[in-house]
């Protein structure tokens, strides 16, 4: 899992190059973007067991931390990064709705390197999924109102679709035929990475035109962002809790975002330019996890 997971960063970027330089390879399979982040979606499903999710009730305290962090914290920090800078209209829509959505999955990874509680990762990842049905399309609606009109309910059925659905289908599978998935769930990992770097190679070559005018203030923001996330969720994890290995946990699953969400979301109801923030996102989040990770496993938990 160590190299695999390495692998994802020159994905992404190989991705990114063909959306940049040959977009008219990507352009065509923009109407599968959904149904590819559905499939990202069932994979995480089916490493899933029920216990996960009692595991993490009876650790309430650290869960209800988690979701703070996850929905109270990232959106907060988006929209005040957007206020200072005043980012334009359509870069400050993108980058809230990245902080609007739930952790990624590409978190649980990161936390195995990091030698983070990797059972309270996956529950955070898959509660977080589960409220963004009714938080997303809340938050973006609270955070947005006064940019775009959010429509909040057709946001929240999308995600219903696309998100919650494919996870339960996985965690029944899972729980119904362990045994035959059991050899699969490898190569699912892997699948998730080749799938995520499609979504981003197709948004990006939807963008080819725009990524031209981006500018060091977003990319810089994007970045401020991610880093804030990974930076107050280890801190005011450690203060909160004293245990490092949480503390990891808390800071991987705040500060990486289900960026491939927030890009169908953006494309789905803001258009494309929306999208940019969370396709930065994507790659950001990705290479700062990885670093982290690897400087985390190397050093080892205090004591």
């Not at 997303?136 to 940019?147: E, G, R, V």
């Not at 705040?254 to 940019?276: E, H, I, R, W």
């Amino acid at each position: 899992m160590f190299t695999s997971t390495f692998l994802l960063v020159p994905l992404l970027l190989i991705a990114s190059a063909i959306g940049l330089w040959q977009p008219q390879h990507l352009i065509p399979y923009q109407a599968y973007i959904s149904w590819l982040l559905a499939a990202i979606m069932f994979c995480m499903g089916s490493s899933l067991r029920i216990t996960d999710f009692s595991r993490a009730l009876k650790n309430g305290r650290v869960l209800l931390l988690g979701m703070t962090l996850q929905f109270g914290m990232m959106p907060l920090i988006a929209w005040q990064l957007c206020q200072w800078f005043e980012l334009s209209l359509a870069f400050s829509s993108g980058l809230i709705l990245v902080g609007c959505v739930a952790g990624g999955t590409a978190s649980n990874l990161m936390c195995f390197l990091a030698r983070g509680d990797v059972a309270l990762s996956i529950s955070l990842t898959a509660i977080s999924t589960l409220f963004s049905v009714a938080l997303t399309p809340l938050l973006a609606a609270l955070y947005l109102d006064q940019i775009i009109l959010v429509p909040a309910l057709a946001m929240a059925r999308n995600i219903l679709t696309i998100v919650v659905a494919p996870v339960l289908i996985g965690l029944l599978l899972n729980h119904l035929i362990s045994r035959i998935l059991v050899p699969f769930q490898r190569f699912f990992a892997g699948l998730s990475m080749v799938l995520i770097s499609i979504i981003v190679g197709i948004i990006v070559a939807l963008n080819h035109d725009h990524l031209g005018q981006l500018s060091w203030l977003l990319v810089g923001l994007v970045l401020c962002h991610n880093l804030l996330g990974l930076g107050l969720g280890f801190i005011l994890g450690l203060v909160l809790t004293g245990d490092h290995r949480i503390a990891r946990t808390l800071a991987f699953e705040t500060g990486m975002q289900n960026s491939g969400l927030a890009v169908a979301l953006a494309v789905k109801f803001f258009g494309g330019m929306v999208a940019v923030p969370a396709v930065l996102f994507s790659i950001i989040h990705n290479l700062s996890g990885s670093l982290l990770a690897t400087y985390w496993a190397r050093r080892g938990l205090a004591k």
